[in-house]
């Protein structure tokens, strides 16, 4: 059977929510109460005996009976007799509505994809993502169940009788019928035995679908990270047009990717994803690591540089580029650029600790003052790496304990290979590269001169980009990929998924070989944090079993 599961891309902090289903078949298994049913769990019951009702009210009574006065059948033939019916199954329904609301997780999907409805309800008004699932059969009436639409919730009295003598039947009358107003949705639910959490689904995943309205910006980046996964596991990605929910522009995964198109500076997609590998325990994150630290061997100079995001599903951008997400302009934004580092240079040689570094900084470059203003908050366009991978693996999950982190691995002498080779003429990038908006888009690795005991602490490097309003995935994708079809075998790059139920795992494994805020940032300020790290991981600790 085939279903679909509509997500809204609106809010970027849930775009991991869609990642997830894609790249782990995990969902989220939902509260009954946090449905957007309003009436989920009102209805009328029907209390009128039918030729049924006194065998199974006896039944009841044998099971729910504290005392042996009377035997069942005939309590049952009393109550009825006596018009007690309604007294005795109501405690019994009011429990079955307690224990679903307590008990029961649900996940909605539907079995059409192209009602426009759908796509206005829960796919963000077409900026959002439909996912084909194919499901076996024989699960439909097990796990997967059909919700049925009538005119008005009325259950009869016998169906929660029958449910009091089969609790694991007992979510049907309620949670699988709704009114005629919701028939359009043709909803399949997942019903199981626990809610807000996540959980594996059974089933294929066929199609990705993205709305009409989902910007270039989103839709690069979440093909991204979905299509080589989809390549490899025959997943479909298309993109409805914006004359109709069932118009395909698009019909495969290699297609998806130049579908993801150009960048606001113009650049052709993205060739390729991040070779991801998904971890769910120390040691297969250290698996993981093994054959990239084993290529230090001999060497002294970085062989890789190491980034650490708390969510996997984010882009590599500098802080600067998430400050001017409205602006399309790079003129425009190299103005708010020059304007923070006018407005620095002018305010800070008025704090005594630049005294000593303040005109070297300023002779030294671009690169070096925006280095210096980072490292006192100020956003710019360096993005942060570090020589160490476990460093790096702390920024990967020290926050978002909810959502899968991710640690990058790239290769920089790959990245500076094949800048060299696409643009032999550009030579060095100079201050002038980086401010003309018209340079071909480049990204290039450096480490200032001027470090701060932080930097130091963090074995800290940078990446910076021609193109201010560019991520720098692109660049670093292209060049790997150049490089690695050279030399096969080699790793140029490589993302780490770290799985959210890991992040408190590897944190403490971390604060063991001493990568804790004391040491990365050698301050007061970083003793607090350190502390405050400590308080989660011994009330995790707590709260756990034993």
């Not at 009325?154 to 009114?179: G, M, Q, W, Y």
């Not at 089933?203 to 679908?209: C, L």
């Amino acid at each position: 059977m085939t279903i679909y599961k509509f997500k809204d891309l609106t809010d970027e902090e849930k775009h991991s929510h869609f990642l997830q289903i894609v790249l782990r078949n995990s969902i989220w298994c939902a509260r009954p109460d946090s449905l957007n049913d309003e009436d989920e769990f009102k209805f009328r019951v029907d209390y009128e005996p039918s030729p049924r009702t006194a065998q199974l009210l006896s039944k009841v009574i044998a099971q729910y009976r504290t005392t042996n006065y009377l035997p069942p059948h005939l309590s049952a033939s009393l109550a009825l007799k006596n018009e007690k019916l309604e007294v005795i199954a109501v405690p019994i329904i009011d429990d079955i509505v307690n224990k679903c609301r307590a008990t029961i997780g649900i996940t909605s999907f539907s079995i059409t994809k192209t009602d426009v409805h759908l796509w206005e309800e829960y796919g963000g008004k077409g900026n959002g993502v439909c996912v084909e699932i194919n499901i076996p059969d024989h699960l439909v009436g097990q796990s997967y169940h059909r919700v049925h639409y009538v005119s008005e919730k009325i259950f009869h009295v016998d169906s929660f009788l029958e449910s009091a003598l089969f609790p694991d039947r007992a979510f049907e009358n309620i949670l699988l019928t709704k009114t005629k107003k919701w028939a359009q949705e043709e909803e399949i639910r997942f019903i199981g035995n626990r809610q807000d959490v996540k959980l594996i689904f059974d089933g294929q995943i066929s199609e990705v679908t993205f709305g009409p309205n989902v910007p270039t910006h989103t839709l690069e980046k979440l093909v991204a990270h979905i299509a080589n996964h989809c390549s490899a596991n025959d997943i479909r990605i298309t993109k409805l047009s914006a004359k109709g929910a069932n118009q395909r522009i698009q019909a495969d995964a290699a297609a998806a990717q130049s579908l993801a198109g150009s960048s606001s500076s113009g650049q052709a997609g993205l060739p390729m994803g991040w070779n991801e590998i998904n971890v769910t325990s120390w040691q297969e994150f250290t698996d993981a690591l093994d054959p990239v630290l084993d290529a230090y061997k001999g060497h002294v100079f970085p062989v890789y540089v190491f980034r650490g995001q708390p969510d996997a599903s984010w882009l590599l951008q500098p802080s600067l580029l998430r400050q001017l997400r409205s602006v399309a302009d790079p003129v425009v934004a190299r103005k708010i650029e020059e304007l923070l580092e006018t407005e620095f240079t002018a305010q800070a040689a008025l704090f005594p600790e630049t005294e000593s570094v303040w005109l070297a900084l300023l002779a030294a470059g671009k690169t070096e003052l925006w280095a210096y203003m980072q490292h006192h908050g100020c956003p710019t366009r360096l993005l942060d790496w570090t020589a160490s991978a476990y460093v790096a693996a702390y920024f990967a999950v020290d926050q978002l304990p909810d959502r899968d982190g991710a640690l990058f691995v790239v290769a920089p002498k790959a990245i500076d290979q094949h800048g060299e080779q696409c643009n032999p003429d550009m030579g060095e990038v100079t201050d002038d590269h980086l401010i003309d908006p018209s340079s071909p888009e480049c990204v290039v690795f450096t480490w200032p001169h001027f470090r701060s005991r932080r930097l130091v602490a963090q074995q800290g490097h940078f990446s910076v980009s021609t193109k201010i309003l560019a991520a720098h995935d692109r660049p670093i994708l292209e060049g790997c990929q150049t490089i690695s079809a050279r030399r096969p075998g080699h790793i140029t790059q490589q993302k780490i998924i770290i799985a959210a139920e890991l992040k408190l795992v590897i944190l403490q494994q971390l604060r063991a070989m001493n990568i804790a805020p004391h040491a990365l940032f050698p301050s007061l300020d970083g003793l607090g944090k350190s502390l405050s790290d400590l308080a989660r991981l011994r009330a995790a600790l707590a709260s756990g079993p034993g």
